[in-house]
């Protein structure tokens, strides 16, 4: 059976409660996307799974804000472990994604050379991409890639074309993974901070915010924080959070008939660069920056930062000029001291810590999943792998495919009205996003399950109703009382 | 009201029931134009007066002071009483060529062909996003449009006591918005040298004890999950911190017409409105449109008597005007079809 325990954290006093909150084979702290992941494969295979999440919702962290590109993995570090979970993450999301009603947008990508020293370096891109079993790249000159982007600025000196990386929906696939893990028998709680914890040489008894939890194995996937993390529960961490803010800019969907591929940049050591790419939900965004900075959770946006990349945006594809912004936005990613991920085991405390998941973690995650498992195996764990496991799948959001308005006559009847306007959002998918495995704990959750509010009004047109419909729901809520007078 | 509509024919098909497509649907049928419809995405008709709770409406179309859902009322009983079909919760998804419009209601996807298209789908403000504020993301930020439906339309606040940012006619509206809902706010934030509208500016913020900050702008709003403050700089540039737990922009008018981006029809990008002639007329002759979404370039911009020229925001219209601009398209529309 399932349980989701998901009630608001009032007091922080339970630690002396005797009763636990929970006791399952593995404990999985952080609802990232990367604990999403890792709670959906140890359920398929049989383990108890408790997700422990501090915040009322899943994805408050780095996984709130990323470029939501499907990576094949062709400029990854060679022979890395991140190079192998990136590859097996990315085959496994394009196996299951129908199955779990996930989208894919298969774009493609051009690493775009705007300089002679660019193009220079495409020859060790195509050689990694070569060494990485990535093999489908294609030098282009600037007349085949104008053929193939006729928008693009005309001072394009080359590109390489890399035509499987893909654009997926950032917050549904995580949504999607817990879902199944707790429709397969495995728990999520909110609001539970894990704060401290003790092994007994068999067992950990976590304390949370919320009380105590029972494990025979810690995963610390607590991405922003997953150093803190070590350091607490373990007394030391063997690598420190650098966090690296990325800054984003979303125009008007009128941008997305503009260009097809993702826009890459020729990447440095330290960075991918700044993309221009076509997101899932029909927009064309220009971003992330790379950012050091003390705060683990400061996504604040800043205008001197998104007026350059409008205009580096404007400088790369001219058209866009015209088209009104959307959105901005910014997030954090989890980088270390190191570039590599950071995957640490203390095999005599049954503690894995899944670390330093910096930049492609969206992609790596199912691929960081498996490789928990295999560790799982070799420190003894045994599950019996779940043989008909239940699929549950997800509100489509994908522009390209048929959103809840749209599903034909007779299927339609009942959605009951359009709340939001830009991003046509039907009261019915406001309402089934409040239920089910995973409701929204959070406002951020009600629009990353929808979409309200998230177009081109920003909720002008809409608040009012959301307001309503979400009354009494969460603990922040859009409406901070009634009007009177 | 009438569903029979869909998958039809009509002679005129009115998108936006707010003052310009009711006063131009009233006119059209007071003409002798057979079939009329007006089309509305919202649950209810009257557009945006209907969630301003306050005078003065209807001076001109009825001659009285109405408060703007008690315009919106009348303006909808009239229309209905002239014999215009007005189709709720019903959203025109895309405007093809020779009038066919696509819509979708929550019976489902339909198409309706009219003779003559009307577009009246009106105006809205620019929300943060848009103006490229740095600051977090926190709730508590919000437009004068969505304060104003959460308070008259559903009896709520977004904040207690927030930032006001624009001194435009509308950021009047948003400071008795504030007043009616026993929402205090803390200060309100002018870029300018002077607010855009004198009148009555000085003396609403000073009956509503808030301080007229001029010259001053946002640095950096401040919060986690709501907003908690705001950073604003001075015209000598000195950064001082006010709190608040919330920020209203207001005004910085955008017209609602990214039905039109996604047409055939032509956009004029620097006002973000359809290009229409003196007729009203856009780019494909079937189509016509009127009210706020018809914004005229900068430069031939009419300048309403209370702004101050020299720094005119895109200026709106009210809506006495837009009822005007309805009744004059909609007279083109009757001798195109004669
Ligand atoms: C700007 C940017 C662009 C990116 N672009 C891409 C891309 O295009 N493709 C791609 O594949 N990847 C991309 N990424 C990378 C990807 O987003 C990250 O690798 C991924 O989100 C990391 O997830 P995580 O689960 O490790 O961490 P997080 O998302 O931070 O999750 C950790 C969770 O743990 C919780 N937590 C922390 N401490 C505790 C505690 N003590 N108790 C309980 N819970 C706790 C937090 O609240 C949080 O929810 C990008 C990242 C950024 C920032
Ligand atoms: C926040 C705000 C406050 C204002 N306050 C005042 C005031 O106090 N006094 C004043 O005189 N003026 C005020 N105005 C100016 C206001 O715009 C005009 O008064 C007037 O409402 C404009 O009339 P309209 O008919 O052009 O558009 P609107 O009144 O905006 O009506 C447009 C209608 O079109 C509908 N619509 C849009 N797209 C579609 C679609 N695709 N399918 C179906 N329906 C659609 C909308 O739902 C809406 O009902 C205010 C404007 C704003 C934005």
Known sequence: MTKLLNIKSTTKDNSNSPSLLATADVAVIGGGVVGCAVARRLALEGASVVLLEKAADILGGASKGNSAILHTGFDAPIDSLEMECVRNGYHEYLQIHKSLNLPVLKTGALVAAWTEEEVERFAGILAKAQHNGIEDLRLLNPEETLKLEPKLSSSIRAAILVPREFVIDPWSAPLAYLKQALANGGQAIFNAEVLSGDFDGSNWLLQTSRGGVKAKYVINCAGLYGDLLDRNLLGESKFTIKPRK?????????ANALIQAIILPVPTERTKGIVIFPTIFGNLAVGPTAEEQESRNDASVHKNTLNDLHTQAVNRIPALANIPITATYAGIRPASEKKEYRIVEDVSRNWITLGGIRSTGLTSALGLAQHVLGLLENQGAEFESLSEPVVPQVPNLAEHLQRDWETHSGHSAGYGEIVCHCEMVTQREISNALEGLVPAGS?????RRTRATMGRCQGFYCAARLAELTEGRFEEPFAVGKAHG | MDKSVLNDNCDVAIIGSGPAGLAAAILLKYSGIQKVVVLEREAEAGGIPRHCGHPPFGIREFKR?????????????TALNAGVEIVLKTTVTSLGTEGELSLVSPEGPSQLSAKRVLLATGIRETPRSARFVSGSRALGICTTG????????KNRIPFRSPLVVGTEIVSFSALLTCKNAGIQPVAMLEEKPQPHVRWPIYQLTRWFCVP????????????????EAVQVSDENGNVREIACDGVLFTGQYTPESSLVRESHLELDPETNS?????????????????????QLPRNQARVPIFYLAENLPNPVDDAGQCWSQGRAVAKNIVKDLN
């Open chain 2, 65 to 77: 002071i109405l408060t703007g859902p008690k315009y919106a009322k009348k303006l909808v009983e």
């Open chain 2, 146 to 153: 969505t304060l104003q439906s959460m308070v008259y339309l």
């Open chain 1, 443 to 447: 406002v951020d959750g009600l629009k």
């Open chain 2, 212 to 227: 007229l900050l001029l010259q001053t702008s946002i640095v950096n709003i401040l919060g986690t999950e709501r907003v």
């Open chain 1, 246 to 254: 990325g800054q984003f800019v979303v125009f008007d969907k009128a």
């Open chain 2, 274 to 294: 359809p290009v229409v002639d003196s007729f009203g007329r856009c780019s494909d002759p079937v189509y016509f449109a009127t009210g706020n979404m018809v």
